[in-house]
Protein backbone atom coordinates (compact mmCIF):
# COMPACT_ATOMS: atom_id res chain seq x y z
CA UNK A 1 0.00 0.00 0.00
CA UNK A 2 1.29 3.46 -0.53
CA UNK A 3 0.51 6.33 1.79
CA UNK A 4 -0.73 10.21 0.28
CA UNK A 5 -1.27 12.97 2.52
CA UNK A 6 -3.14 15.75 0.58
CA UNK A 7 -5.48 18.88 0.61
CA UNK A 8 -8.53 18.86 -1.72
CA UNK A 9 -8.17 21.10 -4.57
CA UNK A 10 -11.46 20.62 -7.04
CA UNK A 11 -13.48 17.67 -7.25
CA UNK A 12 -13.91 17.01 -10.86
CA UNK A 13 -16.73 14.12 -10.54
CA UNK A 14 -18.63 12.77 -7.99
CA UNK A 15 -21.48 10.41 -8.31
CA UNK A 16 -23.83 10.68 -6.34
CA UNK A 17 -25.18 6.94 -6.08
CA UNK A 18 -21.95 5.74 -5.14
CA UNK A 19 -19.58 8.36 -4.35
CA UNK A 20 -16.84 7.15 -6.89
CA UNK A 21 -14.91 11.11 -7.14
CA UNK A 22 -12.00 12.30 -9.39
CA UNK A 23 -10.56 14.65 -6.88
CA UNK A 24 -7.10 16.89 -7.60
CA UNK A 25 -4.74 17.53 -4.65
CA UNK A 26 -2.49 19.57 -3.31
CA UNK A 27 0.85 16.96 -1.77
CA UNK A 28 3.88 17.67 -0.31
CA UNK A 29 6.88 16.85 -2.95
CA UNK A 30 4.37 17.13 -6.31
CA UNK A 31 4.82 20.42 -7.63
CA UNK A 32 1.27 19.49 -10.14
CA UNK A 33 -1.82 18.75 -8.75
CA UNK A 34 -2.58 15.35 -8.40
CA UNK A 35 -4.95 13.23 -9.31
CA UNK A 36 -6.99 10.90 -7.11
CA UNK A 37 -9.74 8.59 -7.85
CA UNK A 38 -11.81 6.00 -5.31
CA UNK A 39 -15.06 5.88 -3.50
CA UNK A 40 -15.08 9.67 -1.38
CA UNK A 41 -18.81 10.37 -1.01
CA UNK A 42 -18.20 13.51 1.49
CA UNK A 43 -14.80 14.54 0.56
CA UNK A 44 -14.96 18.10 0.23
CA UNK A 45 -13.08 21.03 -1.16
CA UNK A 46 -10.36 22.12 1.74
CA UNK A 47 -10.37 18.80 3.63
CA UNK A 48 -7.32 17.33 4.49
CA UNK A 49 -7.04 13.40 3.89
CA UNK A 50 -4.65 10.94 4.67
CA UNK A 51 -5.12 8.08 2.13
CA UNK A 52 -3.83 4.51 1.08
CA UNK A 53 -4.02 2.70 -2.17
CA UNK A 54 -1.83 2.38 -5.29
CA UNK A 55 -0.58 4.78 -7.88
CA UNK A 56 -1.55 3.60 -11.23
CA UNK A 57 -1.38 4.36 -14.68
CA UNK A 58 -4.53 5.21 -16.65
CA UNK A 59 -3.93 4.63 -20.34
CA UNK A 60 -5.90 8.04 -20.62
CA UNK A 61 -5.57 10.25 -17.69
CA UNK A 62 -2.21 9.22 -16.97
CA UNK A 63 -0.89 8.88 -13.87
CA UNK A 64 -3.45 8.49 -10.81
CA UNK A 65 -3.42 7.87 -6.72
CA UNK A 66 -6.25 5.08 -6.49
CA UNK A 67 -7.60 5.38 -2.64
CA UNK A 68 -8.69 2.09 -0.91
CA UNK A 69 -9.07 3.91 2.51
CA UNK A 70 -9.07 7.56 3.59
CA UNK A 71 -9.28 9.40 6.92
CA UNK A 72 -9.85 13.29 7.10
CA UNK A 73 -8.25 15.55 8.91
CA UNK A 74 -9.73 19.34 9.82
CA UNK A 75 -7.76 22.08 8.19
CA UNK A 76 -4.98 23.30 10.13
CA UNK A 77 -4.52 26.88 7.91
CA UNK A 78 -6.71 29.84 7.45
CA UNK A 79 -6.26 29.36 3.76
CA UNK A 80 -7.47 25.83 3.96
CA UNK A 81 -10.53 26.53 6.35
CA UNK A 82 -11.77 29.14 3.92
CA UNK A 83 -11.72 26.93 0.85
CA UNK A 84 -13.13 23.94 3.24
CA UNK A 85 -16.12 26.23 4.33
CA UNK A 86 -16.50 28.00 1.27
CA UNK A 87 -16.51 24.76 -1.43
CA UNK A 88 -20.04 23.87 -0.58
CA UNK A 89 -19.90 22.05 2.96
CA UNK A 90 -22.44 23.93 4.96
CA UNK A 91 -25.94 25.09 3.37
CA UNK A 92 -26.03 28.73 4.05
CA UNK A 93 -21.83 29.35 3.39
CA UNK A 94 -20.57 30.07 0.06
CA UNK A 95 -16.73 31.07 -0.94
CA UNK A 96 -18.05 35.41 0.39
CA UNK A 97 -19.48 34.33 3.23
CA UNK A 98 -16.40 31.46 4.28
CA UNK A 99 -13.95 34.73 3.44
CA UNK A 100 -15.71 36.59 6.05
CA UNK A 101 -16.26 34.45 8.73
CA UNK A 102 -12.55 33.24 8.36
CA UNK A 103 -11.61 36.92 8.80
CA UNK A 104 -13.08 37.85 11.81
CA UNK A 105 -12.19 33.92 13.93
CA UNK A 106 -9.19 32.95 12.00
CA UNK A 107 -7.36 29.40 13.08
CA UNK A 108 -10.38 29.29 15.66
CA UNK A 109 -13.14 29.49 12.91
CA UNK A 110 -14.07 25.57 13.03
CA UNK A 111 -13.77 25.46 16.95
CA UNK A 112 -16.26 28.21 17.16
CA UNK A 113 -18.72 26.75 14.43
CA UNK A 114 -18.68 23.33 16.56
CA UNK A 115 -18.86 24.79 19.95
CA UNK A 116 -20.04 28.01 19.82
CA UNK A 117 -22.00 28.49 16.06
CA UNK A 118 -24.65 31.43 18.14
CA UNK A 119 -20.71 33.81 17.43
CA UNK A 120 -21.40 33.78 14.06
CA UNK A 121 -23.53 36.75 13.99
CA UNK A 122 -20.91 38.87 14.80
CA UNK A 123 -19.80 38.26 11.33
CA UNK A 124 -21.15 41.01 8.61
CA UNK A 125 -24.09 40.23 6.53
CA UNK A 126 -25.08 37.15 9.00
CA UNK A 127 -28.45 37.43 10.20
CA UNK A 128 -29.89 34.49 12.79
CA UNK A 129 -31.39 32.80 10.13
CA UNK A 130 -28.35 32.27 8.05
CA UNK A 131 -27.04 31.41 12.22
CA UNK A 132 -29.94 28.54 12.69
CA UNK A 133 -28.74 27.34 8.99
CA UNK A 134 -25.41 27.10 9.66
CA UNK A 135 -25.75 25.04 12.68
CA UNK A 136 -28.02 22.40 10.97
CA UNK A 137 -25.70 21.59 8.30
CA UNK A 138 -22.29 21.83 10.08
CA UNK A 139 -25.10 18.92 12.10
CA UNK A 140 -25.90 17.09 9.26
CA UNK A 141 -21.96 16.63 7.95
CA UNK A 142 -20.50 15.14 11.44
CA UNK A 143 -23.47 12.96 11.01
CA UNK A 144 -22.27 11.23 7.93
CA UNK A 145 -18.90 11.36 8.96
CA UNK A 146 -20.09 9.75 11.86
CA UNK A 147 -21.87 7.17 9.96
CA UNK A 148 -19.27 6.54 7.15
CA UNK A 149 -16.59 5.91 9.91
CA UNK A 150 -18.69 3.60 11.75
CA UNK A 151 -19.25 1.53 9.08
CA UNK A 152 -15.23 1.66 8.11
CA UNK A 153 -14.83 0.20 11.39
CA UNK A 154 -16.95 -2.89 10.31
CA UNK A 155 -14.80 -2.83 6.82
CA UNK A 156 -17.50 -1.78 5.15
CA UNK A 157 -16.50 -0.47 1.56
CA UNK A 158 -17.02 3.56 0.99
CA UNK A 159 -19.35 2.45 -2.08
CA UNK A 160 -21.47 0.50 0.90
CA UNK A 161 -21.15 3.06 3.23
CA UNK A 162 -22.58 5.82 0.58
CA UNK A 163 -25.51 3.43 -0.71
CA UNK A 164 -26.45 2.62 3.10
CA UNK A 165 -25.77 6.37 3.95
CA UNK A 166 -28.53 7.28 0.80
CA UNK A 167 -30.77 4.98 2.06
CA UNK A 168 -31.12 5.03 5.60
CA UNK A 169 -29.86 8.84 6.70
CA UNK A 170 -29.24 9.49 10.00
CA UNK A 171 -30.61 6.39 11.13
CA UNK A 172 -28.24 4.19 9.24
CA UNK A 173 -25.97 2.77 12.38
CA UNK A 174 -29.29 2.18 14.36
CA UNK A 175 -29.99 -0.25 11.71
CA UNK A 176 -26.82 -2.04 11.03
CA UNK A 177 -26.40 -2.40 14.55
CA UNK A 178 -30.42 -3.53 15.26
CA UNK A 179 -29.80 -5.81 12.48
CA UNK A 180 -27.12 -5.50 9.24
CA UNK A 181 -28.96 -8.37 7.36
CA UNK A 182 -31.61 -5.67 6.08
CA UNK A 183 -28.79 -3.95 3.70
CA UNK A 184 -29.29 -7.19 1.44
CA UNK A 185 -33.37 -6.84 1.59
CA UNK A 186 -33.42 -2.88 0.56
CA UNK A 187 -29.80 -1.96 -0.84
CA UNK A 188 -29.23 -3.26 -4.73
CA UNK A 189 -25.58 -4.40 -4.68
CA UNK A 190 -25.40 -5.32 -1.05
CA UNK A 191 -25.28 -9.15 -0.61
CA UNK A 192 -25.70 -11.86 1.89
CA UNK A 193 -21.65 -12.67 2.23
CA UNK A 194 -21.31 -8.93 2.76
CA UNK A 195 -23.50 -8.68 5.42
CA UNK A 196 -23.30 -11.74 6.80
CA UNK A 197 -19.39 -10.61 7.69
CA UNK A 198 -20.53 -7.40 9.10
CA UNK A 199 -22.76 -8.98 11.25
CA UNK A 200 -20.22 -11.28 12.63
CA UNK A 201 -18.11 -8.66 13.63
CA UNK A 202 -21.08 -7.23 15.07
CA UNK A 203 -21.09 -10.07 17.71
CA UNK A 204 -24.68 -11.61 16.28
CA UNK A 205 -24.94 -15.17 16.69
CA UNK A 206 -24.95 -17.67 13.60
CA UNK A 207 -28.90 -19.04 14.71
CA UNK A 208 -30.20 -15.59 14.93
CA UNK A 209 -33.55 -15.98 13.20
CA UNK A 210 -32.41 -12.60 11.64
CA UNK A 211 -29.41 -14.39 10.15
CA UNK A 212 -31.40 -17.85 8.71
CA UNK A 213 -34.00 -15.92 7.14
CA UNK A 214 -31.48 -13.69 5.38
CA UNK A 215 -29.68 -17.03 4.39
CA UNK A 216 -32.72 -18.46 3.37
CA UNK A 217 -33.07 -16.00 0.82
CA UNK A 218 -30.26 -15.87 -0.49
CA UNK A 219 -30.07 -20.00 -0.87
CA UNK A 220 -33.44 -19.55 -3.45
CA UNK A 221 -31.52 -16.81 -5.36
CA UNK A 222 -28.87 -18.62 -5.59
CA UNK A 223 -30.47 -21.33 -7.31
CA UNK A 224 -32.61 -18.73 -9.41
CA UNK A 225 -29.29 -18.02 -10.99
CA UNK A 226 -29.02 -21.68 -12.04
CA UNK A 227 -32.29 -20.81 -13.77
CA UNK A 228 -34.88 -22.32 -10.92
CA UNK A 229 -38.03 -20.80 -10.32
CA UNK A 230 -38.53 -22.44 -7.15
CA UNK A 231 -36.35 -24.81 -4.65
CA UNK A 232 -37.61 -28.28 -3.46
CA UNK A 233 -38.14 -27.53 0.14
CA UNK A 234 -35.54 -30.70 0.89
CA UNK A 235 -33.15 -28.99 -1.24
CA UNK A 236 -33.08 -25.73 0.24
CA UNK A 237 -32.86 -26.76 3.57
CA UNK A 238 -30.27 -29.05 2.87
CA UNK A 239 -28.28 -26.64 0.89
CA UNK A 240 -28.67 -23.73 3.55
CA UNK A 241 -27.51 -25.77 6.41
CA UNK A 242 -23.96 -26.19 4.62
CA UNK A 243 -23.81 -22.26 3.51
CA UNK A 244 -25.09 -20.92 7.41
CA UNK A 245 -23.16 -24.03 9.12
CA UNK A 246 -26.52 -24.27 11.62
CA UNK A 247 -28.83 -27.72 12.81
CA UNK A 248 -31.82 -27.93 9.86
CA UNK A 249 -34.39 -28.05 12.42
CA UNK A 250 -33.63 -24.19 12.99
CA UNK A 251 -33.72 -23.57 9.32
CA UNK A 252 -37.49 -25.77 9.65
CA UNK A 253 -38.47 -23.06 12.03
CA UNK A 254 -37.16 -20.13 10.29
CA UNK A 255 -38.39 -21.11 6.82
CA UNK A 256 -42.45 -22.35 8.32
CA UNK A 257 -42.26 -18.31 9.68
CA UNK A 258 -40.56 -17.35 6.63
CA UNK A 259 -44.16 -18.70 4.67
CA UNK A 260 -46.22 -17.82 7.23
CA UNK A 261 -45.17 -14.18 6.67
CA UNK A 262 -45.02 -14.75 3.16
CA UNK A 263 -41.73 -14.25 2.35
CA UNK A 264 -41.90 -17.26 0.59
CA UNK A 265 -44.48 -18.60 -1.02
CA UNK A 266 -45.15 -22.75 -1.07
CA UNK A 267 -46.69 -24.43 -3.71
CA UNK A 268 -47.14 -28.23 -4.80
CA UNK A 269 -45.39 -29.18 -7.84
CA UNK A 270 -45.40 -33.19 -9.50
CA UNK A 271 -41.82 -34.34 -9.28
CA UNK A 272 -38.92 -34.04 -11.24
CA UNK A 273 -39.06 -36.49 -14.19
CA UNK A 274 -42.92 -37.91 -13.49
CA UNK A 275 -45.05 -35.81 -15.66
CA UNK A 276 -48.44 -36.05 -13.91
CA UNK A 277 -47.15 -38.40 -11.92
CA UNK A 278 -48.24 -39.91 -8.36
CA UNK A 279 -47.36 -37.32 -5.45
CA UNK A 280 -45.74 -34.14 -5.21
CA UNK A 281 -42.95 -32.41 -3.86
CA UNK A 282 -43.19 -28.74 -2.18
CA UNK A 283 -41.97 -26.09 -3.59
CA UNK A 284 -40.35 -22.85 -1.96
CA UNK A 285 -40.68 -19.38 -4.54
CA UNK A 286 -39.67 -16.03 -4.03
CA UNK A 287 -42.58 -14.12 -4.61
CA UNK A 288 -41.59 -12.04 -7.41
CA UNK A 289 -41.06 -15.77 -9.36
CA UNK A 290 -44.44 -17.63 -8.06
CA UNK A 291 -46.55 -14.04 -9.31
CA UNK A 292 -44.53 -14.09 -12.67
CA UNK A 293 -44.61 -17.58 -12.93
CA UNK A 294 -48.68 -18.00 -12.10
CA UNK A 295 -49.20 -14.67 -13.91
CA UNK A 296 -47.67 -15.49 -17.10
CA UNK A 297 -50.12 -18.52 -17.36
CA UNK A 298 -53.11 -16.71 -16.69
CA UNK A 299 -52.16 -13.93 -19.10
CA UNK A 300 -51.75 -16.50 -22.03
CA UNK A 301 -55.01 -18.74 -21.27
CA UNK A 302 -56.58 -15.13 -21.34
CA UNK A 303 -55.32 -14.23 -24.44
CA UNK A 304 -56.29 -17.56 -25.65
CA UNK A 305 -59.79 -17.32 -24.74
CA UNK A 306 -60.28 -13.55 -25.92
CA UNK A 307 -61.62 -12.62 -29.61
CA UNK A 308 -59.85 -10.21 -32.10
CA UNK A 309 -60.67 -6.87 -32.72
CA UNK A 310 -61.92 -7.94 -36.10
CA UNK A 311 -62.31 -11.59 -37.55
CA UNK A 312 -60.18 -13.16 -39.99
CA UNK A 313 -61.52 -15.19 -43.70
CA UNK A 314 -58.13 -17.98 -43.17
CA UNK A 315 -59.37 -19.36 -46.21
CA UNK A 316 -59.00 -16.09 -47.99
CA UNK A 317 -56.04 -15.29 -46.31
CA UNK A 318 -53.92 -18.26 -47.44
CA UNK A 319 -55.06 -18.18 -50.87
CA UNK A 320 -53.81 -14.79 -51.53
CA UNK A 321 -50.67 -15.88 -49.57
CA UNK A 322 -49.94 -18.53 -51.80
CA UNK A 323 -50.73 -16.69 -54.92
CA UNK A 324 -48.87 -13.34 -54.11
CA UNK A 325 -45.84 -14.97 -52.33
CA UNK A 326 -42.48 -15.00 -54.25
CA UNK A 327 -41.38 -18.08 -51.93
CA UNK A 328 -42.14 -21.66 -52.39
CA UNK A 329 -43.60 -23.05 -48.53
CA UNK A 330 -43.69 -26.58 -48.38
CA UNK A 331 -46.97 -28.31 -46.93
CA UNK A 332 -45.70 -27.95 -42.85
CA UNK A 333 -44.87 -24.16 -43.32
CA UNK A 334 -48.42 -23.69 -45.00
CA UNK A 335 -49.97 -25.06 -42.39
CA UNK A 336 -47.43 -22.90 -40.09
CA UNK A 337 -49.03 -19.96 -41.48
CA UNK A 338 -52.36 -20.92 -41.49
CA UNK A 339 -52.19 -22.17 -38.02
CA UNK A 340 -51.22 -18.72 -36.76
CA UNK A 341 -53.55 -16.65 -38.85
CA UNK A 342 -56.28 -18.87 -36.90
CA UNK A 343 -54.94 -18.77 -34.05
CA UNK A 344 -55.03 -16.03 -30.66
CA UNK A 345 -51.49 -17.85 -29.25
CA UNK A 346 -49.26 -20.14 -31.49
CA UNK A 347 -45.82 -21.42 -31.18
CA UNK A 348 -43.29 -22.00 -34.00
CA UNK A 349 -40.39 -24.35 -32.80
CA UNK A 350 -37.63 -25.99 -34.99
CA UNK A 351 -34.00 -26.84 -34.93
CA UNK A 352 -31.54 -24.67 -37.52
CA UNK A 353 -32.35 -24.67 -40.96
CA UNK A 354 -35.72 -25.86 -40.78
CA UNK A 355 -37.39 -22.48 -42.07
CA UNK A 356 -38.40 -20.61 -38.97
CA UNK A 357 -37.20 -17.17 -40.85
CA UNK A 358 -38.92 -18.59 -44.06
CA UNK A 359 -42.19 -19.78 -42.24
CA UNK A 360 -42.04 -16.45 -40.41
CA UNK A 361 -42.03 -14.19 -43.14
CA UNK A 362 -45.43 -15.91 -44.85
CA UNK A 363 -46.77 -15.07 -41.36
CA UNK A 364 -45.44 -11.24 -41.50
CA UNK A 365 -47.14 -11.29 -45.23
CA UNK A 366 -50.69 -13.04 -44.03
CA UNK A 367 -51.30 -10.72 -41.46
CA UNK A 368 -50.44 -7.87 -43.47
CA UNK A 369 -52.84 -9.31 -46.13
CA UNK A 370 -55.47 -9.26 -43.66
CA UNK A 371 -54.51 -5.58 -42.60
CA UNK A 372 -53.37 -5.91 -39.44
CA UNK A 373 -50.82 -4.10 -37.27
CA UNK A 374 -47.65 -5.89 -36.37
CA UNK A 375 -45.34 -5.77 -33.70
CA UNK A 376 -42.05 -7.78 -34.04
CA UNK A 377 -39.78 -7.86 -31.15
CA UNK A 378 -36.92 -10.24 -29.65
CA UNK A 379 -34.92 -10.28 -26.17
CA UNK A 380 -31.82 -8.99 -27.38
CA UNK A 381 -30.35 -6.56 -29.44
CA UNK A 382 -28.57 -8.76 -31.99
CA UNK A 383 -31.49 -11.05 -32.00
CA UNK A 384 -33.62 -7.75 -33.26
CA UNK A 385 -31.18 -6.58 -35.83
CA UNK A 386 -31.25 -9.80 -37.64
CA UNK A 387 -35.21 -10.01 -37.08
CA UNK A 388 -35.25 -7.04 -38.66
CA UNK A 389 -32.67 -7.37 -41.60
CA UNK A 390 -34.60 -10.80 -42.54
CA UNK A 391 -38.53 -9.52 -42.71
CA UNK A 392 -37.25 -5.81 -43.90
CA UNK A 393 -39.28 -4.41 -40.59
CA UNK A 394 -38.92 -2.57 -37.56
CA UNK A 395 -38.25 -5.29 -34.64
CA UNK A 396 -37.61 -3.92 -31.45
CA UNK A 397 -35.85 -5.39 -28.20
CA UNK A 398 -38.37 -6.32 -25.69
CA UNK A 399 -37.21 -3.75 -23.36
CA UNK A 400 -37.44 -1.27 -26.06
CA UNK A 401 -40.60 -2.19 -27.23
CA UNK A 402 -41.86 -2.03 -23.33
CA UNK A 403 -40.06 1.66 -22.60
CA UNK A 404 -38.08 0.28 -19.90
CA UNK A 405 -36.52 3.50 -18.01
CA UNK A 406 -34.30 2.06 -15.26
CA UNK A 407 -35.45 3.93 -12.50
CA UNK A 408 -39.17 3.89 -13.34
CA UNK A 409 -39.87 0.44 -15.15
CA UNK A 410 -41.87 -0.72 -17.96
CA UNK A 411 -43.96 2.22 -18.89
CA UNK A 412 -46.10 -0.62 -21.03
CA UNK A 413 -48.44 -2.52 -18.86
CA UNK A 414 -51.67 -3.33 -17.91
CA UNK A 415 -53.10 0.36 -17.60
CA UNK A 416 -50.99 1.11 -21.11
CA UNK A 417 -50.94 -1.62 -22.97
CA UNK A 418 -49.00 -2.02 -26.70
CA UNK A 419 -51.69 -0.99 -29.35
CA UNK A 420 -51.80 -3.64 -32.32
CA UNK A 421 -53.32 -6.53 -33.86
CA UNK A 422 -50.31 -8.94 -33.56
CA UNK A 423 -47.14 -9.63 -31.78
CA UNK A 424 -44.18 -12.17 -33.30
CA UNK A 425 -42.03 -13.03 -31.01
CA UNK A 426 -38.17 -14.12 -31.96
CA UNK A 427 -35.75 -16.02 -29.84
CA UNK A 428 -38.48 -16.87 -27.57
CA UNK A 429 -35.62 -19.33 -25.92
CA UNK A 430 -34.12 -16.59 -24.43
CA UNK A 431 -36.79 -15.20 -22.49
CA UNK A 432 -37.06 -15.32 -18.82
CA UNK A 433 -40.04 -15.69 -16.45
CA UNK A 434 -40.01 -12.00 -15.31
CA UNK A 435 -39.13 -10.45 -19.19
CA UNK A 436 -42.40 -12.60 -20.01
CA UNK A 437 -44.86 -11.82 -17.56
CA UNK A 438 -44.57 -8.18 -17.93
CA UNK A 439 -44.39 -8.37 -21.62
CA UNK A 440 -47.70 -10.22 -21.08
CA UNK A 441 -49.27 -8.03 -19.12
CA UNK A 442 -48.47 -4.82 -21.29
CA UNK A 443 -50.50 -7.25 -24.59
CA UNK A 444 -54.49 -6.59 -24.95
CA UNK A 445 -56.43 -9.50 -24.96
CA UNK A 446 -57.07 -8.64 -28.52
CA UNK A 447 -53.90 -9.01 -29.32
CA UNK A 448 -52.33 -12.08 -31.34
CA UNK A 449 -49.50 -13.56 -29.87
CA UNK A 450 -46.83 -15.87 -31.97
CA UNK A 451 -43.80 -17.16 -30.41
CA UNK A 452 -40.98 -18.11 -32.37
CA UNK A 453 -37.69 -20.25 -31.17
CA UNK A 454 -35.73 -23.37 -31.08
CA UNK A 455 -36.54 -25.13 -27.99
CA UNK A 456 -32.97 -27.16 -28.29
CA UNK A 457 -31.06 -23.80 -27.77
CA UNK A 458 -29.61 -22.82 -24.44
CA UNK A 459 -32.36 -21.91 -22.67
CA UNK A 460 -32.47 -17.99 -21.11
CA UNK A 461 -29.96 -16.53 -18.35
CA UNK A 462 -32.67 -15.57 -15.91
CA UNK A 463 -34.69 -18.47 -14.33
CA UNK A 464 -37.67 -19.88 -16.15
CA UNK A 465 -37.67 -22.08 -19.09
CA UNK A 466 -40.14 -20.41 -20.63
CA UNK A 467 -40.74 -21.27 -24.64
CA UNK A 468 -40.39 -25.26 -23.91
CA UNK A 469 -42.60 -24.61 -20.40
CA UNK A 470 -45.50 -22.98 -22.66
CA UNK A 471 -44.84 -25.25 -25.56
CA UNK A 472 -45.14 -28.60 -22.88
CA UNK A 473 -47.96 -27.24 -20.97
CA UNK A 474 -50.04 -28.49 -24.49
CA UNK A 475 -52.47 -25.71 -24.21
CA UNK A 476 -51.51 -23.81 -27.19
CA UNK A 477 -50.73 -24.69 -30.67
CA UNK A 478 -47.55 -25.79 -31.87
CA UNK A 479 -46.06 -26.23 -35.05
CA UNK A 480 -42.64 -28.19 -34.96
CA UNK A 481 -40.37 -27.89 -38.02
CA UNK A 482 -37.98 -30.57 -38.95
CA UNK A 483 -36.92 -30.63 -42.54
CA UNK A 484 -33.86 -29.46 -43.04
CA UNK A 485 -33.33 -27.57 -46.43
CA UNK A 486 -30.89 -28.02 -48.83
CA UNK A 487 -29.54 -24.48 -48.65
CA UNK A 488 -28.91 -25.63 -44.96
CA UNK A 489 -27.41 -29.07 -45.45
CA UNK A 490 -23.98 -27.98 -46.56
CA UNK A 491 -23.37 -26.14 -43.01
CA UNK A 492 -21.13 -28.51 -40.91
CA UNK A 493 -22.43 -26.85 -37.63
CA UNK A 494 -26.39 -27.22 -38.60
CA UNK A 495 -26.24 -30.32 -39.41
CA UNK A 496 -23.78 -31.48 -36.57
CA UNK A 497 -26.78 -29.42 -34.19
CA UNK A 498 -29.29 -32.32 -35.54
CA UNK A 499 -27.25 -35.02 -35.37
CA UNK A 500 -26.75 -34.34 -31.20
CA UNK A 501 -30.27 -33.91 -31.11
CA UNK A 502 -31.09 -37.01 -32.48
CA UNK A 503 -28.47 -38.65 -30.39
CA UNK A 504 -25.91 -39.26 -32.75
CA UNK A 505 -21.56 -38.26 -32.80
CA UNK A 506 -21.14 -35.17 -34.42
CA UNK A 507 -18.85 -34.76 -37.74
CA UNK A 508 -15.70 -32.74 -36.45
CA UNK A 509 -14.12 -32.57 -40.19
CA UNK A 510 -13.55 -29.38 -41.58
CA UNK A 511 -15.37 -27.95 -44.13
CA UNK A 512 -18.87 -28.27 -45.97
CA UNK A 513 -21.07 -31.13 -45.58
CA UNK A 514 -21.57 -33.03 -48.84
CA UNK A 515 -25.02 -33.33 -49.69
CA UNK A 516 -24.53 -37.40 -49.45
CA UNK A 517 -23.81 -37.03 -45.87
CA UNK A 518 -27.50 -35.27 -44.98
CA UNK A 519 -28.78 -39.06 -46.25
CA UNK A 520 -29.76 -40.09 -41.78
CA UNK A 521 -31.48 -36.48 -41.97
CA UNK A 522 -34.29 -36.88 -44.77
CA UNK A 523 -36.95 -34.64 -44.82
CA UNK A 524 -39.56 -35.51 -41.60
CA UNK A 525 -42.39 -32.88 -41.98
CA UNK A 526 -44.56 -32.91 -38.61
CA UNK A 527 -47.69 -30.63 -37.58
CA UNK A 528 -48.11 -31.04 -33.57
CA UNK A 529 -51.69 -31.40 -33.06
CA UNK A 530 -53.57 -28.64 -31.08
CA UNK A 531 -53.85 -29.77 -28.00
CA UNK A 532 -56.75 -27.97 -25.69
CA UNK A 533 -56.77 -28.73 -21.73
CA UNK A 534 -57.11 -26.93 -18.68
CA UNK A 535 -53.98 -25.99 -17.29
CA UNK A 536 -53.25 -24.72 -13.70
CA UNK A 537 -52.29 -21.49 -13.20
CA UNK A 538 -48.88 -22.22 -11.69
Known sequence: ?????????????????????????????????????????????????????????????????????????????????????????????????????????????????????????????????????????????????????????????????????????????????????????????????????????????????????????????????????????????????????????ELEITLDEMLRTSDVIKDKVSPSGREGGLGHEEAIYLPPFYFSETGCAKRLLKLLSSDRNTRLDVDKVMERVEKNSKITYDEVQLLAIRQAVSSKVMALTGGPGTGKTTTTLGIISAYRMAGCRILLAAPTGRAAKRMSEATGMEAKTIHRLLEYQPAEGYQKNEENPLEADVLILDECSMIDIMLMYNLLKALPDSMTLILVGDTDQLPSVGAGNVLKDIIASGAIPVVRLTRIFRQAQGSRIIMNAHRINHGEMPDLRGGKFKSASAGSHEPVQHFSETRRHTVSSA
Open 1 to 249: MDHLRCVVERITYQNAENGFSVIKCRAKGYSDLVTVVGNMPDVHVGSVLTMQGQWRIDGKYGRQFSAEKWEETLPATTYGIEKYLGSGLIKGVGPKFAKRIVQKFGKDTLEVIETDPDSLIQVEGIGQKRVEKIKKGWQEQKEIKNIMLFLQSYDVSTAHAARIYKTYGNDSIKIVEENPYRLADDIWGIGFKTVDQIAEKLGIEKDRFIRLRSGILYTVNKLSENGHCYAVRDQLIDTAVKLLEVEAP
